[in-house]
């Protein structure tokens, strides 16, 4: 009977999955590396922004049914929910999973035979299996225990919701453990529990992001091709989804977070020569942003002393989230060039590198406002106003609504 859950890595995903857990009636067991986030969950806070997240971790915690801890603990399930970031170096991005290798040591002395553990990181193809190897290492034969990968699919804003009503699917790295955990999900998960072995899984979660990001690459070559004929892209898209076989994306300032800027380059990375058009289309969305950039340097060249105002930071509307995040990149780029900017974004109060300022300060300072994410503080009427008489950049679409 499976009672007690312990949830590595407390970030974006592993946080929400864990207070999910906890408030289904399981006993869970949150690890994370920094004390501070341990201390701030202990205390029924988070250290995120994602909607309804504050008011369920404190009534998990204050329920006694999760707990937080910088150490595993033994459970009959464990979740791997930490970060797969890059290596640097390369020709091209390459996945580091040094952090998934690393929870697969620490969770090693807790499990027994039976149990199960589950990577939920996204990770290149492969990665199970190097889950597996790990464990080896430390005497636990795979077979003995269920491993499977189950990648998560949810939207930042709206993680709690979809984390129980979107399917899953469910890749065992022996067919038995596919069907112990697809059973483990079934429990709490609404929508269907897909059952498939791991390498189909782990290339499914990167296929979907790369499929999306294919799509966005194609809205945002177009508003470079509309931009030199002097048309309206977003008239442009609007006219041409008119098609019922047509349905195209909307161009941004790039594209950002841990899924869409990310997992492409994890397949690209381990079959380049094959993997073309995916890393075409990464390194369209990647020049978006340059382009980007080069638009604001050449308004502040053009307008001598005045100060730009960079409304948004975040990789998408409406959240805190600043993991590859575009906008942040141009407004670091914009102020390691010498140009005078303010940044206003409304979801986080400080940054380490830079300055925060408020809506209202960015908007009576500055006479060019660039618009890099479309966040709702951006489409009110009194923020149309406070437009008047100022030079407008909208990369990111926030204005179309108003018009």
Not at 329 to 348: D, K, Q, Y
Request: charged share 25%; proline share 5%.
């Amino acid at each position: 009977m499976i009672e007690r859950i312990c949830v590595m890595g407390l970030g974006y995903i592993g946080l929400p999955t864990a207070a999910l857990m906890a408030d289904s009636g399981f006993d869970v067991h949150g690890v994370d590396l920094s004390q501070h986030v341990v201390d701030v969950i202990s205390d029924g806070r988070v250290h995120i922004v994602e909607p309804d997240l504050d008011a369920l971790v404190k009534r998990t915690v204050e329920t006694g049914k999760l707990k937080a801890s910088t150490s595993p603990a033994e459970a009959d399930v464990f979740m791997l929910c930490v970060p797969t970031p890059f290596r640097d170096g390369g020709e091209y991005p390459e996945p580091n999973l040094d952090y998934v290798l690393s929870a697969s040591r620490a969770i090693a002395p807790f499990l027994k035979p039976g149990n199960i553990v589950i990577l939920e990181s996204t990770s290149p193809v492969g990665s199970t299996a190097m889950v597996a190897q790990e464990l080896q290492k430390a005497g636990i034969e795979p077979e003995s225990i269920s491993l499977a990968y189950c990648p998560e699919r949810v939207l930042p804003g709206k993680i709690l919701a979809e984390l129980v009503e979107n399917d899953r699917i469910v890749g065992g790295y022996t067919p038995e453990a596919t069907k112990q955990v697809a059973d483990f999900y079934e429990r709490f998960v609404q929508g269907e529990v897909l059952r498939t072995d791991a390498k189909t899984a782990e290339m499914c979660k990167l296929t979907e992001n790369s499929f999306r990001d294919v799509n966005i690459a194609f809205a945002n070559e177009l508003s470079l091709l509309c931009e030199r004929e002097g048309i309206d892209v977003w008239e442009l898209i609007r006219l041409s989804n008119h098609h019922p076989r047509v349905n195209i994306l909307q161009p941004g300032t790039g594209v950002g977070g841990h899924c869409i800027a990310v997992d492409p380059w994890f397949i690209v990375a381990r079959d380049p020569e094959n993997a073309k058009l995916i890393r075409q289309a990464r390194e369209i969305n990647d020049y978006k942003t340059h382009w980007v950039i080069e638009c604001i340097k050449s308004a502040a060249k053009v307008s001598g002393d005045s100060k730009i105002a960079c409304l948004g930071l975040a990789f998408k509307p409406d959240i805190d989230d600043l993991r590859e995040a575009p906008a942040l990149r141009v407004a670091e780029t914009l102020r390691a060039s010498g140009v005078a900017t303010m940044n206003v974004e409304p979801n986080i109060e400080q940054h380490n590198e830079l300055p925060i300022h408020s809506l209202d300060e960015a908007l009576d300072a500055c006479d060019i406002v660039a618009l890099l994410v479309s966040h709702k503080e951006f489409k009110t009427e009194e923020f149309m106003r406070r437009l008047e008489g100022k030079q407008v950049f909208d990369f990111c679409g926030a204005l179309q609504a108003q018009n």
